[in-house]
T-cell receptor, first 111, second 112 residues
Framework: QKEVEQDPGPLSVPEGAIVSLNCTYS??????FMWYRQYSRKGPELLMY????GNKEDGRFTAQVDKSSKYISLFIRDSQPSDSATYLC???????????FGRGTSLIVHP | EAGVTQFPSHSVIEKGQTVTLRCDPI?????LYWYRRVMGKEIKFLLH????????ESGMPNNRFLAERTGGTYSTLKVQPAELEDSGVYFC??????????FGPGTRLTVL
């Protein structure tokens, strides 16, 4: 079993839709949870960062962590074509600064 | 502020040849990391430099991979001899401390 599971998609939605991206994980030591956005031919860029369970909101983006279920989500409201990218979840344990990545989900927002 | 740069952007080589990838971190970032993404798989950690010293090289796949960081500035990752399974995208990242890592655009390596 992989440490972090993420559906690669692609996920195709119309402009304005609410997007839900998810990851599950198996290592209960993970405490820090990140979402990266990667545009084509670019490197991953940190989008959101949360610690432990709960929600964190930043503009149109909301990151949610449920440690009891080992499940994290990223919600994008009012999705735009410019949101089209690959979204990678990543997580670290308290004693490590090296993230364990999911495979990434390819998101396509069409006008 | 310039971001992390990597060279070349794409390299195509024959099995058995040698390839050297270069990474220039953000100025002032002591921490430099190498990662690799094989087609269809996750991004995997290779190694971490603090200045010129290897802090953690637990992700290096085998002794065909050699990483250096001359004078604590840019870093090179040499693959010698390259094998088919070495194909993938090699990312470099840098950070000031043990905090947010900034990634470069990657080098796409194809071994034929």
């Amino acid at each position: 079993q992989k440490e972090v599971e993420q559906d690669p998609g692609p996920l195709s939605v119309p402009e304005g839709a609410i997007v839900s991206l998810n990851c599950t994980y198996s290592n209960s030591a993970f405490q820090y949870f990140m979402w990266y956005r990667q545009y084509s031919r670019k490197g991953p860029e940190l989008l959101m960062y949360t610690y432990s369970s709960g929600n964190k909101e930043d503009g149109r983006f909301t990151a949610q962590v449920d440690k009891s279920s080992k499940y994290i989500s990223l919600f994008i409201r009012d999705s735009q074509p410019s949101d089209s990218a690959t979204y990678l979840c990543a997580m670290t344990s308290g004693g490590s600064y090296i993230p364990t990545f999911g495979r990434g989900t390819s998101l396509i927002v069409h006008p | 502020e310039a971001g992390v740069t990597q060279f070349p952007s794409h390299s195509v080589i024959e099995k058995g040849q040698t390839v050297t990838l270069r990474c220039d971190p953000i100025s002032g970032h002591d921490n430099l990391y190498w990662y690799r993404r094989v087609m269809g798989k996750e991004i995997k950690f290779l190694l971490h430099f603090v200045k010129e010293s290897k802090q953690d090289e637990s992700g290096m796949p085998n002794n065909r991979f050699l990483a250096e960081r001359t004078g604590g500035t840019y870093s090179t990752l040499k693959v010698q001899p390259a094998e088919l399974e070495d194909s993938g995208v090699y990312f470099c990242a840098s950070s000031r401390a043990f905090d947010e890592q900034f990634f470069g655009p990657g080098t796409r390596l194809t071994v034929l």
